[in-house]
């Protein structure tokens, strides 16, 4: 190869390589339309933005968790076999089996409507209409003792409807409430005087039978 | 007899520095080898593996592992969910070694099932305060100047979460195997986001799935700028189904949940959404009844994968006890056993990559005279945090939490090599 034509060559990749650079922008992709992004963008904050338009009461709610939901969450939410209770709770948060439920813990309403709507009923998702959202929403809010058996959730009142639990979260505090696990030197020698079995899983036995420990001959 | 001076060495080591008890263990065994009886037949018999063919190269067009191996596999425990598609698995951390986790042993766990997507049929839409929504294809993104490689462990928050209230579950599969690590292959998320052009007002971003759970969650914007990536390859190839085929997001040091697969979308908003996942599930329920939010950091933790239930010892003399460590945090400095339940400790060995946000693999070689073991591992990440032992966390944080529970492990050697899991004082 003539010195001519490599250096051309070393010119042609050099201006292959700054292409993607041109206006910060890379080019790829194509913008979304409208109509793409009503399709997938169906999330509801707390404060009720992403709610569509529409309404549901406590009455027809029932009939709609009757028939969508109560397989698995119980005819009054109380939850079948190890599905996910929905009622009820209050006042357990910190006994030794606490109920963490729509009533009892869920600190807002939007959590539930925007999950019913992306994935509910359970293996049949986006099948409910958006008023049969704001009805199922409603009931289950009844349930809790949050709404009255004659109220209409919409839209509109949405954001109004508070959950009793909210103010029981604060922000991740463990650089400041654990602070003390950071340490310098951890102890290496003579830590403690004793250290006896105090629990043992096979007393439990749960363990499922394929994966047990394996015993020695 | 000689001894193996590899094995000198590691009796000095490890046993030399433990004091009253190691020296004990030290003196039981020495290290002279077996002398045999009866000529051993795979040696003087020719085996049919040695005089026949074996398999020709199209025999497995794509490897599998040798069926000596069928129990490596991943296991789930049915009492824990409702239903199989909206539950968990474990990676067999006791079988593994090294860092990398292999593709098919990655743990799952799926809200909505693990879908099969056509790649030509996936899209990734970033909406929201952005200056322009933009769709892509996987063949654009694969086009995308950055290309990365990086390694990252994944934790489930609830890893451990069945051994808030005392030793429940006999096998570190199932006590600590929602974790896994593996070089991951994409683009930085902060290259998709400046493609559209976030708003001065986008703090946070969502993933979504496109899966049956729609699964989101809300991630702040400096994290998705830091070193979020979006992701389509894992461990040299293409991601696994169960693992978000054809695309994930990887929020490093982060909770797995976070951890968005099959992403088909990122809205870019000013607030955080409080999805099902940030609130009802994945909050850290303390004792006074108050509960923590968007805990993200995985702490610091380590493990002993062996000995431990499902691999007990089965010889005295030398044998390897050998485990993994990890922070959200940074790097692993350093990992300290203790065999006696924590009266005295050694530093461990740590041996190949120590990468940030990735599993660190540590061993000690020990040479162990049948005595009965309490063996604990503690890790100590790069910001000085010491792995707490699971009372000190139960101090903080009570019995309720579910999630994030980091505490040391103790194994119980028995004297015939069985071992358990065990709580001690």
Known sequence: MSKFRKVAGLALFAALIAAPALAGKVGLGREALPEEIAAWDIDVRPDGAGLPPGKGSVKDGEQLYLQQCA???????????????????????????PEKTIGSF??????????????????????????????????????????????????????????????????????????????????????????KVTGRARMVDVTPEDGKSIKVE | ????PQFQKSRRGFLGGLGATAAGLSLAQTGSARSATKPDPVITEIQDWNRYLG?????????????????????????LTASRESSVNFTPLHALDGIITPNGLCFER???????????????????????????????????????????????????????????????????????????TGIPLKVLLDEAGVKTNGKWVMPEGADSSAMTRSIPIEKA??????????????????QGYPLRIVVPGWEGNMWVKWLRRIEVGDQPWHHREETSKYTDLLADGRSRRFTWIMDAKSVVTNPSPQAPLTQKGPNVLSGLAWSGRGTIRRVDVTIDG????????????????????????????????????????????????????????????????????????????????????
């Not at chain 1, 109380?78 to 599905?83: D, I, K, L, Q, T």
């Open chain 2, 342 to 425: 924590g009266k005295n400790w050694q530093t461990a060995r740590i041996d190949g990559p120590v990468l940030p946000m990735s599993l660190t693999r540590f061993y000690v070689d020990i040479n162990w005279d049948g005595r009965e073991m309490l063996i604990q591992s503690r890790a100590m990440d790069e910001t000085g945090y010491v792995q707490p032992t699971k009372d000190e966390l139960r101090k903080v944080r009570g019995l309720n939490s579910i999630y994030h529970n980091n505490g040391i492990q103790t194994w119980l050697v028995r004297s015939n090599g069985e071992t358990e899991n065990v709580e001690i004082s």
């Open chain 1, 71 to 97: 397989t698995c969450h119980g005819e009054f939410g109380e939850g079948a076999g190890r599905w996910p209770v929905l009622v009820g709770g209050q006042g357990t948060l910190k006994s030794e089996g």
């Open chain 1, 106 to 195: 869920w600190p807002y309403a939007s959590t539930t409507f925007d999950y019913i709507k992306r994935a509910m009923p359970y293996g049949n998702a986006r099948s409910l209409s958006d008023d049969d959202v704001y009805a199922i929403t409603a009931f289950l809010l009844n349930q809790n003792g949050i709404v009255k058996d004659d109220f209409v959730l919409s839209k509109e009142n949405f954001s109004k409807v508070k959950l009793p639990n909210e103010q029981a979260f604060y922000h991740d505090d463990r650089e400041k409430a654990e602070r003390h696990f950071w340490q310098k030197d951890p102890c290496m020698k003579n830590c403690k005087a004793d250290a």
């Open chain 2, 110 to 184: 799926h809200h909505g099932g693990s879908p099969e997507i056509d790649p030509s049929k996936h899209r990734l839409m970033i909406n929201g305060l952005v200056d322009k929504p933009l769709v892509f294809s996987m063949d654009d993104l694969k086009r995308f100047p950055g290309r990365v490689n990086k390694v990252f462990f994944l934790e489930c928050a609830a890893n451990g979460g069945m051994e808030w209230k005392g030793a429940q579950l006999n096998g570190c599969q199932f006590t600590h195997g929602m974790v896994h690590n593996v070089m991951y």
């Open chain 2, 225 to 242: 700028m830091q070193d979020c990536l979006v992701v389509w390859g894992m461990n040299g190839e293409a991601l696994r189904q169960e």
């Open chain 2, 1 to 4: 007899m000689d001894q193996d």
């Open chain 2, 55 to 79: 398999d020709g190269v199209a025999a497995n067009p794509y490897g599998k592992p040798s069926k000596f191996e069928k129990n490596v596999v991943r296991r789930d425990v049915e009492w």
